[in-house]
């Protein structure tokens, strides 16, 4: 074998174990379990820690209210297939993917209606799939 295809193989190797890596850390390494219900928990004035479920073809809760200057804990995850997680106007892109939970922290400081919509294929219901988050 020749010096540099067994210099390659070794580094695709090696590619491999840190993509495994990165997906079982992805996978297993949530601090927080799968869930069955949405809810919207307060956990200060302004402070609140949303689980968002998605399923076919609806999130839950699909109308979130809160007061200007919150800032959320969003843990979504979804209880059939993959479904996507955006917030129009902010910078919230995430998946919800059933066994998984992901998380991301969000500040809304501009009142107003946003919309969470699903911009992930999910079946015949995707482009009806929608919720919002209102912020006085
Ligand atoms: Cu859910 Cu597309």
């Known amino acids: 074998m020749d010096r540099f295809e067994s210099l390659a193989l070794k580094m695709a ?9 990165a997906l079982v850390g992805l996978i297993c390494f949530t601090d927080f379990p799968p869930f069955k219900e949405g809810k ?9 820690e949303v689980h ?3 399923r076919m073809w609806a999130f839950q809760p699909n109308r979130i209210e809160i007061p200007a200057g919150s800032k ?3 843990y979504t995850t979804s209880i059939d297939v993959q479904h996507g997680f955006e917030i129009e106007g902010k910078a919230v892109n995430l998946m919800t993917i059933p066994g998984a939970v992901n998380k991301m922290e969000v500040v809304f400081n501009k009142p107003g209606t946003y919309r969470i919509v699903c ?3 999910c079946g ?3 482009p009806a799939m929608y919720g ?3 912020v006085k």
Do not use: D, P, R, S
Request: hydrophobic share 55%; net charge negative.
């Open 40 to 48: 919207v928990i307060q956990k200060g004035e302004k402070e609140y």
């Open 124 to 126: 015949v219901g995707h």
């Open 132 to 134: 919002e988050i209102i």
């Open 13 to 21: 190797f090696g590619l491999m174990v840190v993509f495994f890596v």
């Open 119 to 121: 911009n992930e294929y």
């Open 72 to 74: 959320v804990t969003i």
């Open 52 to 54: 968002l479920l998605a």
